[in-house]
């Protein structure tokens, strides 16, 4: 099946001594330095994120990526927690490319970290602007274990599959079809193929990178009200 996936486990934290705070934020200057020193606590695994951030759980950096998404990238399963069960952030929002921190985990294959945030209210049918869910992202990078774990913690396999069948990717489809099993998928399959391509430009095996059709898809669905379109 191609590469061997990698399972990742979770990266060591560290505790924050006390008196690391930030001044108040008064200045756009104060405020891009409270930006670097709470993603450079993040990325070293640095608990304690209350005494940096000052409430503004999900601060921003350029790229529009918050603390928990750092976290999720980098497997910060302790800090991940923090943020979410401590500090109530926000793992619904996206970058600047759409991804959530479900997606960076997905993405860098942090599975553990990935479980922490579905069990946290993380949304594992969220579609980025390139047309890809956290599920879609870890088939295409063939990371069966991490497609595996999206699934069994209520990933839309079935809006992925009928999706998949339907623009004619194939190796989407084998890969949903070996992680539910023949006996789920079939059914799903057969309907499927009942219906016409969803784009004139589907062929066998079509490459599924720039995926940007996919989303499209997906809205068609949805506004055809077919079963599988997802939420």
């Not at 998404?69 to 399963?77: I, L, P, S, T």
């Not at 599924?208 to 499209?216: F, I, K, Q, S």
Request: proline fraction near 5%; include cysteine; glycine fraction near 8%.
């Amino acid at each position: 099946m191609g590469k061997k996936a990698i399972a990742k486990k979770c990266v060591g934290t560290k505790e924050l001594p006390a008196g690391n705070g930030l001044r108040p934020r008064t200045r756009m200057e104060e405020y891009e330095k409270e930006v670097r020193e709470v993603f450079a606590a993040v990325s070293a695994g640095i608990k304690g994120l209350w005494r940096l951030n000052e409430g503004n759980v999900d601060i921003r950096d350029a790229r529009q990526m918050t603390p928990l998404m750092a976290a999720a990238k980098n497997g910060k399963c302790s800090v991940v927690e923090e943020l979410l069960k401590e500090l109530d952030a926000d793992p619904k929002l996206e970058d600047m490319d759409g991804n959530t921190a479900l997606h960076h985990a997905i993405l860098n294959g942090n599975r553990t970290t990935a479980k922490i945030l579905m069990k946290n209210g993380a949304n594992p049918d969220l579609i980025n602007k390139g047309g890809k869910t956290p599920l879609h992202l870890a088939i295409i990078n063939e990371d069966r274990a991490s497609a595996k774990t999206l699934v069994e913690n209520g990933a839309d396999w079935e809006a992925e599959l009928v999706l998949a069948v339907r623009q004619r990717r194939k190796m989407v489809v084998d890969r949903i079809t070996e992680i539910v099993g023949t006996e789920q998928a079939s059914p799903v399959i057969e309907e499927s193929r009942k219906k016409p391509p969803l784009f004139s430009t589907a062929v066998e095996n079509v490459d599924d990178t720039g995926n940007a059709v996919y989303e499209l898809g997906l809205q068609e669905l949805a506004k055809k009200g077919e079963p599988g379109s997802g939420p």
